[in-house]
DNA sequence: TCTGGGGTCCTAGGACCC
DNA sequence: TCTGGGGTCCTAGGACCC
């Protein structure tokens, strides 16, 4: 049996433990730039606001409805991430972190009455961090998540499912016909895997709940879609297909991309702006102990801006040798900038990919006499990652990333972000 | 004026090999 | 008249997830 521990409208409630006045109001956290909502509480849910609205569109609530938006603050949801999963862990003997607000729980072998135990793990979760939860458990991660769902719906929306299924959902311990019941109220593009275009694929064929897609002949979901839907259709037959991951994977590719705050021109900017890019993903790399050999970048306009000559192009190099050395990649990334760069444009993006990821561990051996000492490259980033990790990002970084005093053009927009509260001195909370 | 960022997996088709 | 069969690898694009 498996449980899914997920925090409810996970950014807003980060903000509401720090700023009681948020709560029972309509709040939306947006996405970088402040460009769209990525996060709302069931008020702002109730008022319509969906998921990715742009900002401008909605901003108007902010008088008519009390509506109140506040820039993404990452680092204090990181934080908050890491505190909820350490006490969800508690729930079983095997923890998958599957996103900043959810994780699957291994619960085989755990004795007695599991509804109880995810009762007491939700209120000390609530209790000790401050996020609410809900909790599905089921005996495939399919189901286990079709449960959460349930558990969320059951207490959001009073009727949609019966009321004892609120907040925790167990649909192990459903009989048959009570499972068949839950499936049928569940409409086919709320099963997990499922999207909207397969959904409506589903529906045209006359699929239109979880239920029917149960009972769906397995070799046809593969023949008439893929090997990705057969997965779901036998895990909602409580057959396990997707496998529970104790460890997480090395990440097969890396990328740090970015909208800016106002639209650039100059090649001097987007040079540093890919500077910092390639630096963060560098350090990304380095910290899963990957080397990379192959370098991807890109700069587009927006493509919302219709009436503006569009432009957007990207390109990459293979490297000489594997490596994670910032100025290495930056001197890539860097190359192809110069090459891509097309003058009178409006950029509005740009970003830095890492591709071909292996471990540090694999050496090449090459025949390079101007090579510098490569322990020494090393052990200068260690040098480097300590000391932004100690002093703050930034502290240390490559000219080519601007000087202190130069205008960065390219600068993200926040203007609505709550403090570090649990991630900076300056920060905590002092009133309440 | 104003529209995010970061991933994974699968599939089909082409190139190439013997 | 009649021109094989089987396999791998790579890539681009599509779909999904949060």
């Known amino acids: 049996m498996l449980a899914l521990v997920d925090g409810n409208n996970f950014y807003c409630s980060c903000e509401r433990v720090f700023q009681p006045r948020l709560k029972n109001r309509p709040v939306v956290v947006l996405s970088n730039n402040d460009g769209c909502a990525i996060a709302r509480s069931d008020e702002a849910k109730a008022l319509g606001i969906k998921m990715g609205t742009p900002w401008f569109k909605i901003r108007h609530l902010e008088e008519e409805a009390g509506l109140v938006a506040m820039s993404a603050n990452f680092a204090l949801y990181g934080d908050m991430s890491d505190r909820m999963m350490t006490l969800a862990a508690g729930l079983g003997h095997m923890q998958e972190v599957y996103s900043i607000d959810e994780s699957f729980i291994d619960l085989s072998g755990i004795p007695g009455d599991l509804v109880r135990r995810a009762r007491i793990i939700r209120r000390r979760i609530h209790q000790w961090i401050g996020i609410p939860t809900c909790i599905g458990i089921g005996p495939t991660k399919t189901l286990a998540k079709l449960a959460n769902a349930i558990a969320k719906s059951a207490e959001r929306k009073p009727g949609s499912y019966p009321a004892h299924h609120a907040q925790i959902c167990h649909l192990g311990a459903c009989s048959r016909e009570e499972l068949g019941q839950l499936l049928q109220a569940t409409e086919v593009g709320d099963v997990w895997g499922v999207g909207p275009r397969i959904g409506a694929q589903l529906r045209a064929q006359g699929v239109h709940t979880a239920l029917d897609l149960q009972r769906m002949n397995p070799a046809a979901a593969k023949a008439g879609w893929s090997v990705m839907l057969e997965k779901t259709v036998r895990e909602l037959n409580g057959v396990p297909c997707i496998e529970f991951e104790d460890e997480p994977p090395a990440k097969q590719q890396i990328a740090c991309t970015r909208s800016f705050g106002h639209p650039i021109t100059e090649l001097q900017d987007l040079q540093e702006a890919i500077t ?157």
């Open 276 to 432: 910092e890019f390639a630096c963060r993903a560098a350090e990304k790399l380095r910290r899963q102990n990957s080397h990379t050999v192959h370098i991807m970048a890109f700069i587009r306009t927006s493509p919302f801006r219709e009436k503006d000559p569009q432009y957007s192009h990207s390109a990459s190099i293979p490297l000489p040798s594997p490596t994670s050395d910032s100025a290495h990649i930056t001197q890539a990334a860097s190359a192809i900038l110069k090459h891509i760069y097309r003058p009178g444009f409006k950029y509005a993006k740009a970003g830095v990919m890492l591709m071909d990821l292996q471990p540090a561990t694999r050496r090449q051996l090459t025949l390079d006499l101007d090579a510098e000492m490569p322990e020494n490259r090393v052990r200068l980033m260690q040098a480097m990652d300590e000391v932004n990790q100690r002093f703050g990002r930034g502290t240390l970084h490559l000219a080519s990333a601007g000087t202190t005093g130069r205008h960065r053009a390219w600068a993200m927009k926040q203007e609505r972000l709550s403090s570090g509260f649990t991630t900076d001195w300056t920060g905590l909370a002092v009133t309440f």
